[in-house]
């Protein structure tokens, strides 16, 4: 019952900026850490606390953010370059309301492309 979607991929100009979002639904008792991925690069990720780590190919560039109340990941993309393009997926540990132990979550992923 538990799903991750994202949402805010598209096309864009070299040096323009793109904002995903990853809404956590179902019935959750408790998210942990949230992270966008590109192929097998993780990116970037942030804890529960807020403490963020990311990626030296996007640092400066790319941030993470979250809003515990929504439930919800994003990550603010600025100074895009062609080498960006890729499928962004999300990725959430998740402890469900019904489950003693969280589960690792993905999205389906969110195309971004950039191009000019």
């Known amino acids: 019952q538990v799903q991750l979607v994202e949402s805010g991929g598209g096309l864009v100009q070299p040096g323009g900026s793109l904002r995903l979002s990853c809404a956590a639904s179902?019935?959750?008792?408790?998210?942990?850490?949230m992270s966008w991925y590109r192929q097998r690069e993780l990116v970037a990720s942030i804890q529960r606390s807020g403490?963020?780590n990311y990626a030296d190919s996007v640092k400066g560039r790319f941030t993470i953010s979250r809003d515990n109340a929504k439930n919800t990941v994003y990550l603010q993309m600025n100074s895009l370059k062609p080498e960006d393009t890729a499928v962004y997926l999300c990725?959430?540990?998740?402890?469900?309301?019904?489950?003693?132990?969280?589960?690792?979550?993905w999205g389906q992923g969110t195309q971004v492309t950039v191009s000019s």
């Open positions: 990725n959430a540990d998740i402890r469900a309301s019904t489950d003693i132990l969280p589960t690792n979550y």
């Open positions: 179902g019935s959750i008792l408790g998210i942990y850490t």
């Open positions: 403490t963020t």
